[in-house]
């Protein structure tokens, strides 16, 4: 995890590792957990979350806080090839189904415990040299506010050439399966003519391979900058086909329902094997420019598990150009830096604060 004014150093995770700090620009004193607002971490702990926040005399050197994104490129590239290139040898030895991506993510870093234990794990990231073993628990928050989603869409595409894509619904079926303990099947369904999904993509949960969270200060919202990999279910043998046919068959469209779906009693497990641990009902327009692709989404999700849901829009953007340099291109000499930092710059300036646009009528 990155507590940093400007200058932001990232926290870099690699996949199912623990969060990795590397220098900070911003001093350890300046820095100290504050009580965040939200639901659904309330409900299951039953206790507020914290974010970094900052003193109000932090201060600091103004030629640091103008060009934070430098900062945080420099810090993030070598982790980011590293990691890209341990994918790559696990991509070339699997099947071709998987894809390599890499996204950036707004919302809030939420840290969770004890404050004064949280607050030491924050300063000594503050302080610490790359390297540093940071164990706070975390977790990132990707819901943001109905105004800054209008704002990004009426007036922030527009301001940075982004051209209209698509706007798609889709019902998503999480499924667990006994003989795969460790992977969440995804099923991705759209709705037929006669009110009945049709199964549209199946995929394995995504493969964490680098995360980097960076708390913000002074910014409304924080960035998450993670690399995964996706793998597309081909060529499924009798039993999958059939228990996910069966579920995604007996499933009922209900709007009054967490997720927007349901089952008959007894139908949301088959064959003593396959079952459903979660719904998610997705509305989502996307726009594209030449190196990434920006998705604003509305998510209505429902966790089987816990039996606990919540509503949430959310802003993603998929860096398409990196992405192809980090799966095809070579590594050694590819811009990866120069594009990581032009990246940064765009999300840090337009993506971060709800004031970047003037507020919309009402």
Known sequence: MAV???????????AGGSPESSAASASAAAVFPSPFPCEIVERRSGAKPLVVAAT??????????????VGIARRVEQNL??????AREELDAGDGNAKLSFVARVGKVLFHGDPSTCLNSIRKAAVAEEGFKNRVHKSFYTNVPNEFMKNVEQLIVKSIGFDFESEREHYHVKVFDKHQPDSTISCK?????????ELYKIELNQVRHMVVDISCLHKDLDLRLILVTKKLLKNLDDEVENGINQLISSAIIDSEVKGGLRWPFGKESVAER??????????????RSKTMRLKLR???RFDHKTSTGEVAN???????????LLREGNLEETPVGEMLEATV????EKFLSYSVCPALPS
């Open 4 to 14: 940093a004014r400007s200058s932001t150093p990232p926290t870099a995770s690699p």
């Open 314 to 324: 959310e802003v993603t953007l998929k860096l398409s150009a990196i992405s192809e």
């Open 189 to 197: 369904c759209t709705v037929r003519k006669d009110g009945g999904l």
């Open 298 to 300: 509305h998510a209505d």
């Open 345 to 348: 710059k765009l999300v840090w």
């Open 56 to 69: 109000a005399d932090d201060g600091g050197k103004e030629e640091e806080e103008e060009r934070p994104w």
């Open 81 to 86: 090839v590293a990691s890209a290139r341990s």
């Open 274 to 287: 396959f079952s459903v641990v979660g719904v998610w009902l997705t509305r989502y327009k996307a726009y």
